[in-house]
């Protein structure tokens, strides 16, 4: 056979078949060995995978609410500030709005978008960085819910497979509701509800679409896209929105430019609160303790708290405006600091303006000139200008050093200012437009104040400042430190010789007031004389007269009548719960109580005999709205009512005649007692109405004396009056109930002696039936089987086990009122 040179032979067609058949074969055996590799690596991947049955019960970190007794809000505790919402809790448009941002064939995929991924590859490479996303929402929803955030291979792998596994068990309502609340969109949002309320002050439930998809556009990079730091670019990214929202046939192109052209009002809010800081703390300290820090931070939980808001601005008003008083006794410190000549000679050179100031602000200002002829001083306020004159810094005397008042007064405005003292100031009004300020000279005060109000009947705490300022000080000074109550301890020993079986005392019984020695507990071989403030003896003392007066002497020979066993068991039934000095000066109160367990004592009296616990956490619910805890007022009768009674009626006398006198400014019934302590360290006033008790605390964290004739009338009786006055206005001035068994006859107000019927003179002192003066023999028998079996109790309070109703307080900070010896000089009234 002959070939033309050139031209290859023809192959035969049997063995072209063959080879056909060997390249189908070979692809056949690579389809089959990449199906076995995809299947084995699908196999491998999914091996460990989180279940998807977890994402039936969601349960994301959510905001615990504190809130007060009448709904408004107090503080918020969380890690995430998240609110979870239903689905049709948010707009169409609204969800719509994130579709078509993040995933716009988000209803028509299973899960996985292939060509959605190679669409956003393009244009993120057109772009030069990244513009769109290519995971779908369902992809998102598992790489938050159920994967880590690291960026590898493997973990898109499982977050693809996590997707389409997703979109076989759940809605696509359930995943876009998923979606919706875990999203995170900047400025600490959590989901679409907490950057509804962030970013516009209102709840989804009430988005437009124009706000909507601001939010929407937020999803890819919160930071970056912010409205409140780039606005540009949110606005861009909103446009862009829009844009694809119409493009996907979800809005029209007239609901385009309408939301396009609507003016948005963008920035920052927080949650309105009442500003209540100790209560706060203190009950987040009590949900911690009884629900744990996760379930606090994280649980969505509601609280309900006994906080009147209304009541805790009356109480920190009275705290402000009490101390501020005392510090004008106490002196002044000196000015905020001394600053140079070239200081003070560019402020006397600064371009005068009107500032930024509005009258009643606290404000530095500069001393620049002092006008000796006018007794004017000058100041700077920034650009704003005011002036002192001697009768505003005529109080700021130097500070005192000791408990005796020997300091010259103020006469020249040169004793107290110089040009270049920074000091605090006041504004009180300014004279004309652009005008000079009138200033008061003010300073911070160094003691401290803590105030309490508990409702009668309920027990629940209605208002709770531990100190002047929060953010100076988280010490809660009524529930932690323990500082001695001085004569505010009298009443409960004076209850407890009510109550006594056999000594038959009554608010007529005569005690002996005089000189007494005893022997000093603390000192071996020393000897102890108690004194009154006053330091005279006044003879002859009825009980009601000896509280009133609040007569030392008096009230440690009562004690020493009573005994102590019997008396610290007393102290015990009426809740106090922390240690007592097992000596006679503890009549003089030199054993340290905090404020809470002192206005829960004195609540038994005005609760006809029952000790209340406190309340502080009314509700707490779930996120669900379950009821987690529920307090129920608890009540205890640990004293009759009558004794309660004769207590509070001695009480309205030390208010009607003793050193709460200027208590009776408030026209209402109402009972209560001073207490100053050794070298006027702390001074106290506690007293109640037949619907509030409050106990009102002042004193130094370091334990120095307040100052000359600070006594609790003086220092903690104006706090207690201010703020019982404006809680009681509009409540009727009812006067206190008379129990059963309670009986009235006319006594001496000197003697206690009976005045005979048609003679002149006495007042009607109440009894309890069977010991008022001519009360029959089988009067007498029954108050003593009451009496016997009244004591029988209180012997069984006093066993050291029996501590009380309340817990035993927290241990005392380092700068509370130290442990004092076991006697005590006496304190004052």
């Not at 609410?65 to 609110?83: K, N």
């Not at 003089?588 to 956490?617: C, H, I, N, W």
């Not at 005045?755 to 023999?777: L, T, Y």
Request: charged residues 25%; positive net charge.
């Amino acid at each position: 056979m002959t070939f033309h040179r050139g031209i290859p032979p023809r192959p035969r067609p049997r063995r072209l078949r063959g080879i056909l058949m060997l390249a189908g074969v070979l692809l056949l055996l690579i389809c089959l060995g990449t199906a076995f590799v995809a299947l084995g690596a699908w196999v491998y991947i999914s091996q460990g995978l989180p279940r998807i049955e977890r994402l039936a019960d969601y349960r994301p970190p959510a905001v615990t609410q504190v809130l007060a007794f009448d709904g408004r809000l107090m503080t918020e505790y969380f890690q995430q500030r998240r609110y979870v919402v239903t689905l049709d809790q948010v707009p169409r448009q609204v969800r719509l709005a994130f579709v078509a941002a993040e995933d716009g064939s988000f209803f028509r995929h299973k899960g996985i978008d292939l060509v959605g991924i190679a669409r956003a590859a393009l244009a993120n490479l057109l772009a030069g960085r990244v513009v769109q996303g290519g995971s779908t929402i369902t992809q998102q929803v598992a790489r938050g819910l159920l994967l880590t955030p690291q960026r590898t291979l493997m973990r898109k792998l499982k977050e693809m497979i996590l997707a389409w596994r997703m979109e076989r068990s759940l809605s696509k309502d359930e995943i876009l509701f998923l979606y919706l609340n875990q999203i995170y969109l900047g400025h600490g949002a959590y989901g679409v509800e907490a950057a509804a309320r962030t970013y516009f002050g209102k709840s989804a439930k009430d988005l437009e679409l124009a706000e909507g998809a601001l939010l929407a556009g937020l999803v890819q990079a919160p930071s970056r896209y912010s409205p409140l730091r780039h606005p540009r670019r949110a606005r861009t990214r909103q446009v862009y929105v829009l844009e694809r929202m119409a493009s996907e046939g979800f809005i029209t192109r007239a609901q385009v430019r309408q939301a396009q052209n609507q003016t948005l009002e963008v920035r920052l809010h927080r949650p309105q609160t009442v500003s209540a800081p100790y209560y706060e703390e203190a009950v987040r300290q009590w949900l911690e303790e009884r629900f744990g820090r996760q379930m606090l931070y994280e649980g969505g939980l509601t609280v309900h708290t006994a906080c009147d808001p209304r009541l805790t601005e009356y109480g920190r008003q009275a705290i402000a405006s009490g101390l501020a008083q005392l510090t004008r006794r106490q002196g002044y410190w000196g000015p905020l600091r001394r600053v140079s000549a070239e200081e003070l000679a560019a402020a006397r050179q600064r371009p005068l303006g009107p500032g930024q100031l509005e009258p009643g602000q606290r404000q530095k200002a500069l001393v620049t000139r002092l006008d000796q002829a006018a007794q004017r001083a000058e100041l700077r306020l920034g650009p704003a200008r005011g002036y002192l004159t001697l009768e505003q810094v005529r109080w700021a005397r130097a500070p005192i050093k000791d408990l005796k008042e020997n300091r010259p007064r103020i006469t020249s405005i040169e004793q107290v200012l110089r040009p270049g003292d920074e000091v605090l100031v006041r504004t009180l009004a300014r004279e004309g437009r652009g005008g000079w300020w009138r200033l008061e000279l003010v300073q911070d005060p160094v003691a401290q104040a803590g105030l309490l109000a508990m409702e009668n009947h309920t027990g629940r705490v209605r208002v709770l400042i531990g100190g002047s300022d929060f953010l100076k000080s988280q010490y809660n000074r009524a529930l932690q430190a323990h500082r001695q109550p001085g004569s505010a301890f009298k009443p409960l020993i004076y209850a407890a010789a009510l109550d006594h079986p056999r000594r038959h005392f009554t608010a007529a019984s005569v005690i002996l007031d005089s000189p007494v020695v005893y022997d000093d507990p603390s000192v071996p071989g020393e000897k102890w004389r108690p004194k009154n403030y006053s330091n005279q003896f006044y003879g002859p003392t009825t009980l009601r007269q000896a509280l009133a007066h609040s007569r030392n002497v008096v009230t440690v020979k009562l004690l020493s009548e009573l005994g102590m066993g019997y008396t610290i068991g007393y102290a015990r039934r009426l809740g106090v719960a922390s240690e007592l000095v097992p000596n006679l000066s503890l009549a003089l109160g030199t054993s340290g109580l905090s404020l809470l367990e002192l206005t829960r004592a004195y609540g038994v009296f005005a609760d006809q005999g029952k000790l209340m616990e406190p309340v502080l956490v009314e509700r707490v619910l779930d996120r669900d709205g379950k009821v987690l805890y529920e307090a129920q007022p608890q009540q205890r009768q640990v004293i009759s009512p009558q004794t309660a009674y004769l207590m509070t009626n001695l009480l309205k006398g030390v208010i009607q005649e003793g050193t709460g006198r200027m208590m009776r400014e408030l026209k209402r019934p109402l009972a209560g007692k001073t207490g100053t302590t050794n070298d006027l360290k702390d001074a106290w006033f506690v007293g109640f109405s037949p619907q509030l008790i409050c106990g009102v605390w002042v004193g130094q964290d370091d334990n120095r004396p307040l100052g000359h004739r600070e006594t609790g009338a003086r220092a903690a009786g104006p706090i207690w009056k201010e703020f019982m006055g404006e809680a009681l206005k509009g409540l009727p001035a009812e006067d206190f109930p008379v129990p059963t068994g309670v009986v009235f006859a006319r006594v001496d107000r000197i003697s206690g002696a009976p005045v005979a019927s048609g003679q002149q003179g006495g007042f009607f002192e109440a009894f309890k039936e069977g010991r008022q003066p001519g009360a029959s023999d089988q009067e007498r028998e029954a108050d003593q089987a009451k009496q016997a079996e009244g004591f029988l109790e209180a012997e069984s309070f006093s066993q050291p086990e029996a501590r009380g109703a309340i817990p035993p307080p927290p241990s005392p900070a380092p700068n509370s009122s130290p442990t004092l010896p076991e006697a005590a000089p006496a304190p004052r009234p």
